[in-house]
């Protein structure tokens, strides 16, 4: 289904991505702990004004004896690293996929179970988020609000998280963790581009000219680096949640989604607090324990009743029985890289992986349900666990019904 090049775009892309990104990160994280940690300047060090602090690291066979220091005009070293383009290509390559794997087809973003969006609807959607999402972070962090970082902070994750209900309403689950990951990684990035470097354009600027290193500049700098250091461990996860369908395929995603990522912000603030807060390991299980809780809680299947209710309607039935066992984690409405969409797939012909070609019948789709491995189509990879064992007889009639009443339709020829 996939031309050659799109696939060898997506693996490119991708590994660019995940390469770009855990350089970034760890260069975040890395100059974050150690602001968090420079020794502030102490009396001894009074014949030197321009310390703003220090420490020292062991790595390599030797001692890393780090200063922070205040910079003069006339003393700009030769070789100053920026860090920026760890962050650019991350955001570049990030786009180029968003691109490649779901805006080339807008379909592969919605529920269509819940949105009547077209696919062009779909993608301006999507797009559309990541710049209002901009928009708002940065308007609001520049008003007077960030006075009172407190509430600003309060202020960004409901904005945050009204997006994901929002959006919730329209994408599948997996599309919305992974939209919800480029917002915040689009905001990240362009803190880097407009305030981190965009300040340290205009110091340097000044102290080629002549002028006192403005330290103001730095700290307005310093506050968006802040917020990108907390958004690391919500993105990261976001952007893995692919690999977590469980958490997705399931009606309450906007509520799991809102534990992940704030508890995720918890984890890297007792992380920071570690040298000055003797119970943050301790909290950090606490943390984790909690969120597992809550997400246990909210991926607690609804109560049969709902079956019982559909008794008359097998498709309907069936419906909920693909919900329920997580079959639309692997299977979204349309077509995806993971698993073939299952519309009219019933009554078709299948081209299967060596080559033959099948009805998918009745007895085609018990069997590729049962032991999927017995029967793999063409351009997947054998990923399906198989069911035997794992569903009634009754369930296996009423997923064949549903999958049936979304097959090739009467009116197909
Ligand atoms: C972990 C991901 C995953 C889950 C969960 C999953 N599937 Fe699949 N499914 C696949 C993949 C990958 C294929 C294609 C490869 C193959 O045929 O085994 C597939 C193939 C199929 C096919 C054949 C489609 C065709 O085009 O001929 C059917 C039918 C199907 N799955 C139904 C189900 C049902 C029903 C469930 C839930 C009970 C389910 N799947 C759960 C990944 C998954």
């Known amino acids: 289904m996939e031309s050659g090049w799109a696939d060898w775009a997506g693996i490119l892309l991708r590994f660019a991505h995940v390469l770009a990104a855990i350089m970034w990160i760890g260069n975040s994280l890395l100059f974050t702990w150690m602001e968090l940690n420079l020794i502030a300047p102490r009396e001894d060090d009074e014949n030197d004004p321009d310390l703003l602090g220090k420490m020292d690291m062991l790595h390599g066979g030797g001692v890393f004896h780090l200063q922070k220091r205040v910079l003069h005009g006339d003393a700009i070293p030769e070789r100053l690293h920026w860090f920026k383009w760890q962050s650019y290509t991350t955001w570049i390559t990030g786009f180029l996929l968003l691109g490649l794997l779901f805006h080339s087809n807008g379909m592969t973003l919605l529920d269509a179970t819940r949105s009547d969006l077209s696919a062009h609807g779909a993608t301006a959607m999507s797009l559309g988020g990541l710049v209002v999402g901009w928009l708002f972070y940065d308007l609001l962090w520049r008003s007077p609000l960030k006075k009172f970082p407190a509430a600003g902070v309060v202020v960004s994750l409901l904005g945050l998280f009204a997006a994901a209900w929002f959006l919730g309403t329209h994408f599948n ?22 305030h981190i470097m965009g300040n340290q354009h205009k110091f340097m600027r000044a102290l080629r000219e002549g002028k006192p290193h403005d330290m103001s500049l730095g700290k307005a700098a310093k506050m968006r680096s802040l917020h990108n250091h907390y958004m690391t461990f919500p993105v990261l996860f976001l952007m893995l949640s692919a690999h977590f369908p469980k958490l997705y395929a399931t009606e309450t995603k906007v509520a799991v989604l809102i534990v992940c990522v704030l508890a995720l912000m918890a984890v890297k603030h007792l992380m920071n607090m570690r040298y000055h807060f003797k119970g943050w390991l301790v909290s950090i299980f606490g943390v984790v324990a909690g969120a597992s809780a809550i997400i246990a809680f909210l991926l607690k299947p609804e109560p049969a009743m709902a079956m019982t209710d559909l008794k008359g309607d097998p498709a309907a039935a069936g419906r909920l029985v693909f919900e329920r066992q997580g079959c639309n984690a692997c299977h979204l409405d349309s077509m995806s890289q ?21 009805l998918a019948d009745d007895a085609y789709l018990r069997r590729s349900i049962l032991e999927p491995q017995a029967q793999v189509v063409k351009g997947y990879a054998p990923a399906m666990p198989p069911y035997a064992g794992r569903l009634s007889d009754e369930e296996l009639d009423l997923l064949v019904a549903y999958l049936k009443s979304i097959g090739k339709t009467e009116a197909g020829q």
């Open 338 to 358: 993971i698993a073939p969409g299952l519309h009219g797939v019933a009554g078709s012909m299948q081209t299967l992986a060596d080559g033959s070609l099948i």
């Open 173 to 194: 689950g997996r599309a919305l963790f992974l939209q919800i990951g480029a917002m915040m990684g689009t905001c990240m990035s362009a803190n880097v581009f407009v």
